[in-house]
Every structure is written in structure tokens, then in C-alpha cells.
């Protein structure tokens, strides 16, 4: 057990970190357009990281049991310990519990802690997109807030004087469209409030009705207007940031793709952390990495094959029972065959 948590941490550090870049290369281009402050992006790439560690919890105990009884193969302690009566139920058995204690970590993951992050990941992305900050604009760039009912162009921006030339603002309001025009237009905060503010000189106002009823056109040497919106930005309603208690009493085909891939996440770590018992079987001379691509390459058909019965299910291809678990079955089904013909992965060399 000891062997198996020696190298947990650094496999858990290393496979979060290259998540967290992957992750982060999707958003710092909305962060150089933007779009996103830096405090928000590092909050973005948290979540996900928080989010995927129920993925990356399960394969990091199924690599460590690889390498870790991969070096005791290497440097003969489990030829040594099974001449010493230490049966390879005894192995499976110290490797089990390790398993279990994972899987409870997954499970509050999967059924809490993830939908939580999600919730949260969406609700921070969705008053991104309609808070509006001048300050992180660029020149000649297009911004879409409010989910669509307001853009703003500006021709250049002054990020450090909080002040941008030639400004468009056009907004969508029920039935009424309104279009601001102004030569200049700077950002405040209000010393009441804390809200920023957005005051616009030397300008034009246009409102037209989508009936063509009323048309206005005003022009003004100082306007202001809020940048926050009036009402509580509510993100729209995920499934994957749905309650597990919401879940269980749905009977929509995708909510129960959903719930099923919570369920299954703790049985696939122990299931997981099982296979990397045969598949760590080597000789001396190999090496404790040898079985490490093999490993990793059942890992990914594995993955991708729950993944894909996740979406049949919610489509409705396939019947929810046996749907994901299905997968689960092929999976146990191979540790069982590894276990009782070990030949087909190891094979002793006579000379």
C-alpha cells in the first residue's frame, strides 16, 4: 500500500497540471481579447481541475498500482514474497483497500463536489459574459454582453486612463432597439454603489421600434450608463450541474445518462485500481515501466467507450440498463480473464 501512494501524488500533480494547461489555453484568448479577467480565468481552470479530478483520481491509483508493483517485479520482492507464501489474493487484498478509499473520495466527488463546480463554473461564466469592463477591451474588437442584447465596439482604447475613442453600443431591449454613438466615453465607478459606470461625450442616441411606432434621435454632450445588469445573472440550467437528488427522481434520458456516469465512477476506480495488478506483471529485465503504454492504452478505450454509451443513452440509442454499465462489465470481465490467465500478458522466458 505504501508503494502504490508513493507515486499517487506526483502521477495526481503531473496529470492535473497538464490538464490545467490544456484548460488554460482555451481561455486565455478570451483574457487577451478581454472577454475575461485574469482572476476570473484562474478561477475558470480551478473548477475544471476540480471537475475532472473525478477522472483523475481513478487513473491515478490505476497508474501507481501499475508502476508501483511494476518496480517490486523489477527488482524480484514479488518473486521473493510469493516464495514466502504471500498469495496473489494478498496482493489484491492490500491493493482492494487502497481502492476503497479512493472510490469513497470519487463518489463524493462525482455525486457533490462536481456537480457543485459545475454549477458554479457556469454561473461564473455567465456573469462574465454580461458584466462589461472598458478596461479590458481592445481596439477594433467586437464585444457581445448580456447574452447577446448588447454589443459595444470601440475604434481605440486607453486601458490604463480608462478611456476609449469612437465608440458603438447597440442594445436590444423587448421590442426597441437603441443605438449609441459616441466620439469619446470613459469608465467610473460609482462611490455610492462600487458600480462601474460608462459616461459617453459628444454623441448621438437612436431608438427605433421594432413596429416602427417610435423612432427617437437625440444628441447629447454627457450620457451614462450602468454597465451591470438590472436583474441577477441565472445561468442556464445544465445537467451536468444538477443536483444527484434531482437526478435520481428524472426520468429524461439524458438526466439519467448523467446520473448513471455518477454512480459508475466510484465502481471504476476500484475496478481500475484491481487491473493494474495483472497488467503490472513483468519480468526482471523489463523494467517497472514496461506495462505503463499498455496500461494507458486500455485506460483510453475505456474511457471513450463510457463516454460514447453516455451519450447513446442520453440519445436514447441505448436502453439506460445495461447502458454504462455495460462498460463496467467489459471491464471486470477483463480483470477476471488477467487474473486467472496471467500467460496472456506475461510470459516467462526459458533459456
Known sequence: MREIFKPAVTICTVL????????AARYLEDAVQGQLS???????????????????LPA???????????????DAEMTAMFACGISMARVLKSVFFVSIMIGVIVACFSLYIRPWAWGQFFGVKARAKANFDMTRMKGGNFYEIENGERVIFADKVDNQKNRAKRVFIQTKRDDTLQIIYAKQARQYTD??????????HDGYLYEFSQFGKEE???EFENSAMHLEPKDVI???????????????HSNNTEEIAELHWRLAAPLSAILLALLGVPLSRSSPRQGKYSKVTTAILIFAVYYNLS??????VGQGVVDPIPGIWCVQMLLAGLLLVLLWQPHLLFRRRNR
Not at 16 to 23: E, H, L, S, T
Not at 43 to 50: E, G, K, N, S, T
Not at 307 to 312: F, G, L
Open 307 to 312: 463516454a460514447m454509451t453516455k451519450k447513446w
Open 191 to 200: 462611490d455610492t454603489t462600487g458600480k462601474p459606470i460608462l459616461v459617453f
Open 60 to 74: 491515478t491509483l490505476y497508474l501507481s498500482v501499475v508502476i508501483a508493483l511494476g518496480r517490486l517485479y523489477r
Open 216 to 218: 427617437r434621435i437625440l
Open 234 to 248: 441565472q445561468p442556464e440550467y445544465k445537467i451536468k450541474a444538477a443536483s444527484t437528488e434531482h437526478l435520481v
Open 16 to 23: 492535473m497540471f497538464i490538464f490545467g494547461c490544456y484548460i
Open 38 to 56: 485574469g482572476s476570473t480565468v484562474i478561477l475558470l481552470i480551478l473548477l475544471r481541475i476540480i471537475i475532472a479530478l473525478e477522472v483523475l
